[in-house]
């Protein structure tokens, strides 16, 4: 789908967040950006999402050309629902900025509320929602132009385990319905474990690709019972600790 | 019980001043055209509730032009400088300009230039109540977070969708605590400009009967006017805090 080759970013002050990155992103893979705060997890996500340009490497699409509006679904770590509209204007808003009609949008709002478990929800004020319900709003917002592409950035870092759980679960499910690529951002090694496909770690700052693992088990919501799933996150803590010792 | 007892306190504790207010004035013998009681200022109150009371419509008449005007004009030039950094570089030094000018030195000028009465009192009482809504305005429309402008530019949104989705409603809060501050400080600003202007011939607002009544040693009638000032500014505080309570619950839904 996309080839980010040998790509830069440089902030004011020295600061480099991302220092020849180089990645490609398949069609319909489940990749886990793993990192630790600051190497550039987020930059990263941006530069894929067209929000920010790289200084230096370039960003190459299979098809030739950048998505467009919509083609691109973006998760962030806050569910950055409009505080004002219930549940479903806020799944809306995708559509409307992109000047579809109310009534021509609503059967897609509340196919991607139902899709997240939130059919009913319609008409909530996000303070009525708890967190979890939050998020998974944000996530069928980011679901209803049908997106080739779901970006998520630190999505579930501020839930409770059990919540968590839950969402971790239901996503992947959503993933394998839906069949779109995701790149998931998180730094944590269980939850990388058990959404992704593909776990790609990162250096600290600069951020640079470490290494890659491949995860051979078969995605669902008992993974964590499975012990091929304590033997993934075993490897990857090897590899995050191979990452941390000093050179 | 002590719910309530709470909510008379204020009550009770103005009832026990203003008695024993009246009590020292009598007591003491103080002259009413030095320091009246009470009663006196009632009375004065009562003798001539037309006259007051139209000077008060008078004054409140410019007090609610001069706030609708500053509203209007805030919110405007700050959605303008929100909308291009030409003109926030263009506007923003002169609002500054405006709102460090002492009103009482440009009155004068002010009432030259404009001419009509009305006019003069209103442009000034503005002056004066524009800032804090413009300000806050202006505050407001860059107050979402950084994550919500990568949203809407995601999506492509255009400049007028985002202004309109996103940067009004955060905005809002902001625009209606702005526009309380400006409330009082618009009755302030009239007062102002009708005691500068008061000697000037336009004799009808509040400030010209304090001014008056200070001519005739009419103290009662003095505080009469004082009191019948701070209530029209707790009114005026009041409102415009249900007014905003009113505008958030009708943005925010049921
Ligand atoms: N807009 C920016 N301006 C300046 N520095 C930035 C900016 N965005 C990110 N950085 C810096 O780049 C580095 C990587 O940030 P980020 O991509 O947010 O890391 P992560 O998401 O992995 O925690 C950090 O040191 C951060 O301070
Ligand atoms: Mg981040």
């Given at each position: ?31 886990a950006l ?7 997890k987020s930059?990263l996500l ?105 970006l998520m950035d630190e ?28 790149v998931f951002v998180t730094h ?60 | ?254």
């Amino acid at each position: 789908m996309l080839d980010i080759v040998s790509v830069e970013r440089r902030f004011a002050r020295g600061v480099v967040a991302l220092e020849d990155v180089t990645l490609r992103l398949e069609e319909g893979n489940f990749l886990a950006l793993l990192g630790p705060s600051g190497c550039g997890k987020s930059t990263l996500l941006r530069l894929i999402a067209g929000l920010d340009r790289p200084d230096g490497g370039r960003l190459t699409w299979d098809r030739g050309r950048a998505p467009a509006a919509g083609e691109i679904g973006f998760v962030f770590q806050d569910a950055t629902l409009l505080p004002w509209a219930s549940a479903a204007d806020n799944v809306f808003l995708p559509l409307r900025l992109r000047h579809v009609s109310r009534a021509e949008a609503m059967p897609a709002v509340h196919d991607a509320l139902a899709r997240v478990g939130l059919a009913g929800f319609e008409s909530a004020r996000p303070r009525e929602l708890s967190g979890g319900m939050r998020m998974r709003v944000s996530i069928a917002r980011a679901l209803v132009t049908r997106p080739l592409l779901l970006l998520m950035d630190e999505p579930f870092a501020a839930l409770d385990e059990f919540t968590r759980h839950g969402l971790q679960a239901d996503l992947v499910a959503l993933w394998r319905e839906i069949g779109c690529t995701i790149v998931f951002v998180t730094h944590s090694i269980y939850e990388a474990a058990f959404v992704a496909q593909r776990v790609v770690l990162m250096t600290p700052r600069p951020g640079r690709i470490f290494r890659e693992i491949v995860s051979t088990l078969t995605p669902g919501p008992d993974l964590r019972l499975d012990p091929g799933y304590a033997t993934l996150v075993t490897s990857i803590s090897k590899t995050m600790a191979a990452v941390l010792a000093p050179a | 019980m002590t719910e309530s007892w709470l909510r008379l306190a204020p009550g009770f504790f103005a009832l026990g001043a203003l008695a024993a207010w009246e009590l020292a004035v009598r007591g003491f013998g103080v002259p009413v055209y030095i320091l009246p009681g009470p009663i006196a200022i009632v009375a004065a109150f009562l003798t001539d509730p037309g006259g007051l009371g139209g000077s008060l419509l008078a004054t409140l008449t410019v007090t609610l032009t001069a706030l609708v005007t500053s509203a209007v004009l805030g919110a405007a030039l700050a959605m303008a400088m929100a909308a291009s950094r030409l003109a926030r570089a263009a506007i923003l030094p002169w609002a500054v300009v405006l709102q460090v000018t002492p009103i009482v030195a440009i009155a004068p000028l002010v009432i030259i230039w404009v001419g009509d009465p009305f006019a003069s009192l209103v442009v000034c009482a503005t002056i004066v109540a524009f800032f804090p809504v413009f300000a806050n305005t202006a505050t407001g429309l860059a107050a979402g977070a950084p994550e919500y402008f990568d949203l809407f530019r995601l999506y492509g949104a255009s400049h007028r969708d985002t202004l309109l989705l996103l940067r009004v409603p955060v905005a809002l809060p902001y625009f209606l605590a702005g526009l309380r501050i400006s409330g009082g400080l618009a009755l302030v600003g009239a007062v102002v400009a009708e005691f500068v202007t008061g000697s000037g011939g336009f004799a009808s607002g509040l400030a010209y009967r304090i001014l008056e009544s200070g001519y005739r040693l009419e103290v009662a009638r003095m505080f009469a006017a004082l009191v019948l000032l701070s209530l029209a500014g707790i009114v005026i505080n009041l409102a415009l805090g249900a007014f905003g309570a009113a505008v958030l619950r009708a943005r925010d839904g049921p």
